[in-house]
C-alpha cells in the first residue's frame, strides 16, 4: 500500500470544527494508525493529484464559529477521526500495554528516595563514595538540575498564562454584572482560602521540629532585611520597568502587569488579533515544556529525597504526616465551612441540600482529578439538581474551572508555613499579605495541566524569599492530594454558580428543593 500526499507551496492544515489543526502528513499518519495500515509514503506536484480536484473549500466560518464560542467543548480532531473510522468499520483496535501514571512514578520515586537517603543514613558508614560521589556528586547535581528546570518555567509559563486567563476575563464585560461578580466572589474565596490555609499551619506547626538548616541551600533566596512600610509594598507591585522585573523574577509586577495587557487586549478585539494568536500559542509552547520537564520529575524527586534523608535522617517523615493533615483539614473547612457558609448567607438555599446534590459531582472530580472534565455534568447536576439556569451555569463553570484554584492555593499556603518552619526562616505579618496576593492573582493564570501548582508554588516561594529545595519533600504528598483539591475546586465553581444566579433570580427554588 503506497499513500501520495499533495505537495503545494502553502503549509497545509486540515481545518475543522474540532480542538487543534495536524499536518496532512500528521493527519495521514493517524489515518494509518488507526486502521492499522502501513504505507511509504511520498510528496508529488498538485497537479498529478487527483484529490485536488475534490478538495474542499477552505472553511473558515467553522473557525469563526469556534473563536466565538469559546466556553463549548469541542471535540479533539483525533476523537472526531476515530469516530468516523469506527463508523464506517475501519477502525483497528490496538490493545495498548497500561502505562505507569505519572503521578505514581512521582510518588515511587518519592518512597525509593526516601528508603535509599534511610539506608545511606543509617546502614552505610560515611566515605569518600558515598559522601562526595553519590551524595554531594549525583543526587546533588540531578536534584538541583531539576529544580533549575522548573525554575526557568515559572517567568514565561506564569506571564503568558496570566495574559492568555486575563484576556478571558476581559470579555466578561460584556456579560455585565454577572462577570464582573462572578470574577470578584472567585477572587475573594481564593483569598479566603489561602487565609485559612494559612491559619491552620500556624496552629499545628507541620515544619516545626524538622531542621533543614543544615541542607545547603542553592536557590536564590530574597534578602528580606530592610523592612518595608505597607505604602511601600503596595507601590512595589507596580512595576517601573517590567523588563526588569522579568528578568529579576519580581513576580508580583509580572502578574499586574500581565492582567493590565490581557484586559487591554480582550478589549482592544479584533485589531490585535495577531498578538493575542502569539501569546495563546506561546503559552500552548509553555505547556508542552512544562510536561516535557515534568516527565523528568521521578528522577528529580528521587534525587532530591534521597540526599535529604541522608544528610538528616527518617525524622523527615513525621512532619510530612503533619502536612498533609493540615492541607486535609484546611481543604475540609474551606468547602464544608467557608463554602456552604457564603451558600447560605448571601442565597438563602440550603447547603446541606446542596452537598447531597452535588456530591456524585464532587465524587467524579475526585476519581478524575481533573476540574475541566466535570464542566458538562457541574453544569448538568446544577440545572436539574438546583435548577439554577444554564445561561449563568455556562459561562460561571468554565471561567471557575479556569482561574477558581483555592485547593491549590491551600497547599500552597500551607507548604509556605511548612518550608519556613522547616528551614527555620520566620515570616511576619507582610510575608503572609505577599503570600495570600501573589497566590490570589497566580490563581488566574494556573493552568489546567497536572503539577503546574508546582510551578506556580515556586513563585509564591520566591515573593517571600523561600528556598524551593523545599518543594521537593512536598511533590509526592501532593499529587496525592490533588484528588481532594479537584474535588474543592469545582465544588466553589458550583457554589459561586448558585450564588450570582440566586442573585439575578436565575435559581429555580422549587427545583432546589424538589418541590416539582
Not at 38 to 55: G, L, W
Not at 353 to 379: E, G
Amino acid at each position: 500500500m503506497r499513500l501520495y500526499l499533495v505537495h503545494t507551496s502553502e503549509y497545509g492544515t486540515y481545518h475543522a470544527t474540532n480542538k487543534g489543526v495536524c499536518s496532512r502528513y500528521a493527519f495521514a499518519q493517524e489515518i494509518l494508525k488507526m486502521t492499522g495500515k502501513t504505507a511509504s509514503m511520498q510528496p508529488v506536484p498538485t497537479v498529478m493529484s487527483d484529490f485536488s480536484k475534490v478538495r474542499p473549500a477552505y472553511a473558515v466560518l467553522d473557525n469563526f464559529i469556534m473563536s466565538m464560542v469559546p466556553i463549548y467543548d469541542f471535540p479533539d480532531w483525533q476523537d472526531s477521526l476515530r469516530e468516523y473510522l469506527e463508523e464506517r468499520g475501519l477502525y483497528h483496535r490496538v490493545q495498548k500495554k497500561k502505562k505507569i501514571s505519572l503521578t505514581t512514578m512521582i510518588f515511587i520515586a518519592l518512597l525509593a528516595g526516601a528508603l535509599a537517603g534511610v539506608i545511606i543514613n543509617y546502614l552505610i558508614p560515611s566515605n569518600y563514595v558515598v559522601d562526595d560521589i553519590i551524595v554531594q556528586g549525583v543526587f546533588y547535581i540531578v536534584g538541583q538540575g531539576f529544580i533549575r528546570l522548573m525554575r526557568m518555567l515559572v517567568v514565561p509559563l506564569v506571564f503568558c498564562s496570566i495574559v492568555c486567563g486575563s484576556m478571558a476575563v476581559g470579555d466578561t464585560k460584556k456579560l455585565g454584572s454577572v462577570g464582573v461578580k462572578t470574577l470578584i466572589f472567585y477572587l475573594c474565596t481564593t483569598a479566603l482560602a489561602i487565609t485559612v490555609a494559612l491559619t491552620i499551619a500556624n496552629i499545628f506547626n507541620p515544619g516545626k521540629g524538622l531542621d533543614m538548616s543544615q541542607i545547603q541551600v542553592t536557590s536564590t533566596v530574597s534578602e528580606t532585611t530592610q523592612s518595608m512600610s505597607m505604602t511601600e509594598t503596595l507601590l512595589d507591585i507596580i512595576p517601573v520597568n517590567i523588563f526588569n522585573s522579568l528578568s529579576e523574577g519580581n513576580m508580583l509586577q509580572i502578574i499586574v502587569f500581565a492582567l493590565i495587557l490581557g484586559v487591554i487586549l480582550a478589549n482592544m478585539g479584533d485589531r490585535v488579533d495577531i498578538v493575542k494568536n502569539f501569546f495563546g500559542q506561546f503559552n500552548d509552547i509553555m505547556m508542552e515544556m512544562t510536561m516535557a520537564v515534568m516527565k523528568l520529575a521521578p528522577i528529580g524527586v528521587f534525587c532530591l529525597i534521597a540526599k535529604t534523608f541522608a544528610e538528616i535522617g527518617f525524622e523527615v517523615f513525621i512532619p510530612l504526616l503533619k502536612y498533609m493533615f493540615c492541607v486535609l483539614l484546611a481543604l475540609a473547612v474551606q468547602c464544608f465551612v467557608v463554602y456552604l457558609g457564603l451558600l447560605k448567607i448571601f442565597s438563602g438555599l440550603n447547603p446541606f441540600i446542596f452537598i447531597k446534590n452535588f456530591f456524585p459531582v464532587m465524587a467524579f472530580a475526585f476519581s478524575t482529578s481533573t476540574s475541566n472534565a466535570t464542566i458538562p455534568m457541574n453544569i448538568d447536576t446544577l440545572a436539574e439538581k438546583m435548577g439554577v439556569s444554564k445561561k449563568i451555569s455556562s459561562f460561571t463553570i468554565p471561567l471557575g474551572a479556569t482561574i477558581n484554584m483555592d485547593g491549590t492555593s491551600i497547599m500552597q499556603g500551607v507548604a509556605v508555613v511548612f518550608t519556613a518552619q522547616a528551614f527555620g526562616i520566620p515570616l511576619d505579618m507582610m510575608d503572609y499579605l505577599t503570600v495570600i496576593g501573589t497566590a490570589t492573582l497566580a490563581s488566574i493564570g494556573t493552568a489546567g495541566v497536572p503539577s503546574v501548582g508546582l510551578i506556580t508554588l515556586t513563585m509564591v516561594f520566591n515573593s517571600v524569599g523561600l528556598p524551593i529545595e523545599g518543594i521537593a519533600l512536598i511533590m509526592g504528598i501532593d499529587r496525592i492530594l490533588d484528588m481532594t483539591r479537584t474535588a474543592v475546586n469545582i465544588t466553589g465553581d458550583a457554589v459561586c454558580t448558585t450564588i450570582v444566579a440566586s442573585w439575578n433570580k436565575a435559581v429555580d427554588r422549587d427545583v432546589y428543593y424538589r418541590r416539582k
